[in-house]
C-alpha cells in the first residue's frame, strides 16, 4: 500500500477565502491541532504578501516542531528570502515556489513568453534550493496548461533542485478522468520524475475537488493538499476530511493510507470554523452536524439492528462529540483549563481566571454553559487588546427599539480619559448604536462588514459578532468580540476595532492590507 502525503493549507489557501482574517494566535492554534491530527505538511503563510502572513510563518515554525512547515513563494527572489527568512527556526522546513504555465495567465497576468517562464523557473527554484533542501514547485493554473510545456517545466524544475511537483487545478476547471490522465502523463514523460513526490491542489469551483484529488491517487499522485472543511478561494478547495476519510473507508479500491489520525478530524473542524466564522453545513460530508444522524425509520431501525447497514464510517472514527457537553456551575478553572487545553487553546493565569469569572457570571444568570461557549469565551479573551492600551472605553450604553419605535441608541464612551457622548437613530438597535459611537469616534470609521453567529443554540446563546472596518487611509480593521447580548457583542466589536485603528494611526504610516 503506498502512503499518501497531506499538506494541509488551511493557514495559506484556506486563508484567502473571503471573509476570513485569522490573527496570529488563531493562527498557531490551528498549526498546533494540525501537528495533533498528523498532517505531513502544513502550509503556514506566503510571507511576502503580508507582515501578518509573515510573522505567521515565523511563529508557527518556532512553536511545531513534529511537522514539516512550509511557506509560498512566486519565482522572485524577495518572495523566496521572505520565505526562507521566515522559515528560519523550522525544524522542517519547505519552500514552495510557483509560477503561472497557462497560456491565458503568461499572456494576460505574467507578459512572459514560454522561454522567459522556463528561466524563471530554473533561477528561482535553484535559488530556493540555496537555503533549503525540500523544495516543492507548482505551474499554477497547470490543468489549463499545455502538456508538454508543463512536462518541460517540471523537468527544469526538478533539474533545479524541486522535490515535490504540485499539479495546480487553479481553477476548478479538470474533470476527474482528466485529471488523473494528466498525472499519468507526468510520470511517464518527464524523464527525470522517478523519486520526486507528486501532489494535487485542487479547487472546488465544479464541485470537483475530492473526486480530482483521489483520481490523482488512483493515477499515481502520492500528496494531495487540502484545507479544513474544504475552505479556500472563490468555492474552496479539496476538505482534508474527505480525502482522508475517502482513502480510509475505500483502501480497498485506492490500495492506499494516509498517517492522519482521524479520531482528531471532528476537533480540528470545529476549531476551524469556530475561529474563521465560516460555519459548516449540516449535511456536508464526515463532519457537518447530519453527517450520521438518520432520520428515516427505515433507517433508524437498520442501524439499531446493525450498524453497518446505513453506516459506511463510524462517528468515532473521526472523533465525533455528539452533543455539545455541558459544563456545570461548579465546574470551576481546572475544568475550563482541561477544555482548553483539548483544543490547544492557551491562555495565561490572568485570562484563565477571566474565562472562568465570565463563566460564572453566566451560570449566575442561568445559562446553560457548553463546551463551545467556553472555547469562545477563551478565544474572545485571547484576542482582547490588553486593558491599558484601549484608547476607547464603554462607559454607557442605551438603547431603546420596537415595533412602533424608530430604534435609537445613547453611548458614552471614555476616549483618552475624557467621556463623551453620542445619540443616534438607525434602521435597527445594532446600526442605532453603531452610529451612535461613529459619533462620538468620527468619520474615520466605516463599516464594511458585519457578521453574527450565534454559537450555541437558544434564546441565551452566546453570540460572536465579526467585523470588519476601513479608517479614512483605507486600511481595512477586523475584530470580534463575544456576549450574550447581541447588541453588547456588537458594540464590543466596534469598540474593540475601533481602538486597534487608533493604536495603529498612532504608531504606523499608511498602508494597505488588513491588519491582524
Ligand atoms: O491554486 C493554486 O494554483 C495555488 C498555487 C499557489 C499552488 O494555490
Ligand atoms: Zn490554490
Excluded at 28 to 45: H, K, N, P, T, Y
Excluded at 197 to 204: F, K, L, Q, V
Excluded at 268 to 291: C, D, E, P, Y
Aim: some cysteine; proline content about 2%.
Amino acid at each position: 500500500m503506498k502512503k499518501v502525503k497531506i499538506f494541509d493549507t488551511t493557514l495559506r489557501d484556506g486563508e484567502q477565502s473571503p471573509g476570513i482574517n485569522l490573527n496570529i494566535n488563531e493562527k498557531v492554534m490551528i498549526a498546533r491541532q494540525l501537528e495533533s491530527l498528523g498532517v505531513d505538511i502544513i502550509e503556514a503563510g506566503f510571507p511576502i504578501s503580508s507582515k501578518g502572513s509573515y510573522e505567521a510563518v515565523q511563529e508557527i515554525s518556532k512553536v511545531v516542531k513534529g511537522t514539516i512547515i512550509c511557506a509560498l513563494a512566486r519565482t522572485v527572489k524577495k518572495d523566496i528570502e521572505a520565505a526562507a527568512e521566515a522559515l528560519h527556526s523550522a525544524e522542517k522546513k519547505r519552500i514552495h515556489v510557483f509560477v503561472a504555465t497557462s497560456q491565458i495567465h503568461m499572456d494576460h497576468k505574467l507578459r512572459k513568453n514560454k522561454e522567459e517562464i522556463i528561466s524563471m523557473v530554473a533561477d528561482n527554484v535553484m535559488y530556493a534550493k540555496s537555503f533549503c533542501e525540500d523544495i516543492e514547485f507548482s505551474p499554477e493554473d497547470a490543468s489549463r496548461t499545455d502538456m508538454d510545456f508543463m512536462c518541460k517545466v517540471i523537468e527544469t524544475a526538478v533539474d533545479a533542485g524541486a522535490t515535490t511537483i504540485n499539479i495546480p487545478d487553479t481553477v476548478g476547471y479538470a474533470q476527474p478522468e482528466e485529471y488523473g490522465a494528466r498525472i499519468r502523463y507526468v510520470l511517464e514523460h518527464v524523464p527525470n520524475i522517478k523519486g520526486i513526490d507528486i501532489s494535487t491542489h485542487c479547487h472546488d469551483d465544479l464541485g470537483l475537488s475530492v473526486a480530482n484529488s483521489l483520481a490523482a491517487v488512483k493515477a499515481g499522485a502520492n500528496q494531495i493538499e487540502a484545507t479544513i472543511n474544504g475552505l479556500g478561494e472563490r468555492a474552496g478547495n479539496t476538505a482534508l476530511e474527505e480525502v482522508v476519510m475517502a482513502l480510509k473507508t475505500r483502501k480497498d479500491y485506492y490500495d492506499a493510507y494516509t498517517e492522519i489520525n482521524t479520531k482528531e478530524l471532528f476537533r480540528t473542524s470545529r476549531l476551524v470554523s469556530q475561529l474563521t466564522g465560516m460555519h459548516v453545513q449540516r449535511n456536508k460530508a464526515i463532519i457537518g452536524q447530519n453527517a450520521f444522524s438518520h432520520q428515516s425509520g427505515i433507517h433508524q431501525h437498520g442501524v439499531i439492528q446493525h450498524k453497518k447497514t446505513y453506516e459506511i464510517m463510524s462517528p468515532e472514527d473521526i472523533g465525533w462529540v455528539g452533543e455539545n457537553i455541558f459544563i456545570g456551575k461548579l465546574s470551576g478553572k481546572n475544568a475550563v483549563k482541561k477544555i482548553l487545553e483539548e483544543n490547544k487553546i492557551i491562555l495565561s493565569e490572568d485570562q484563565l481566571k477571566e474565562v472562568s469569572l465570565k463563566i460564572k457570571e453566566l451560570s449566575d444568570k442561568e445559562k446553560d454553559i457548553e463546551k463551545d461557549d467556553v472555547i469562545a469565551l477563551a478565544i474572545d479573551e485571547l484576542n482582547s487588546l490588553g486593558k491599558e492600551e484601549d484608547m476607547i472605553k464603554l462607559d454607557e450604553l442605551t438603547v431603546l427599539t420596537g415595533n412602533r419605535i424608530t430604534p435609537s441608541s445613547t453611548v458614552v464612551l471614555e476616549i483618552n480619559g475624557k467621556k463623551k457622548t453620542g445619540s443616534a437613530q438607525g434602521v435597527g438597535p445594532v446600526d442605532a448604536a453603531s452610529k451612535a459611537i461613529k459619533e462620538v469616534v468620527g468619520p474615520f470609521i466605516n463599516l464594511k462588514e458585519y457578521r453574527l453567529r450565534a454559537i450555541t443554540g437558544g434564546t441565551d446563546a452566546l453570540c460572536n459578532v465579526a467585523i470588519k472596518f476601513e479608517d479614512d487611509k483605507s486600511n481595512i480593521f477586523a475584530s470580534e468580540a463575544v456576549d450574550e447580548d447581541v447588541i453588547m457583542a456588537s458594540v464590543k466589536a466596534i469598540i474593540k476595532g475601533a481602538n486597534k485603528a487608533m493604536i495603529y494611526q498612532k504608531k504606523f504610516a499608511d498602508n494597505n492590507r488588513v491588519k491582524d
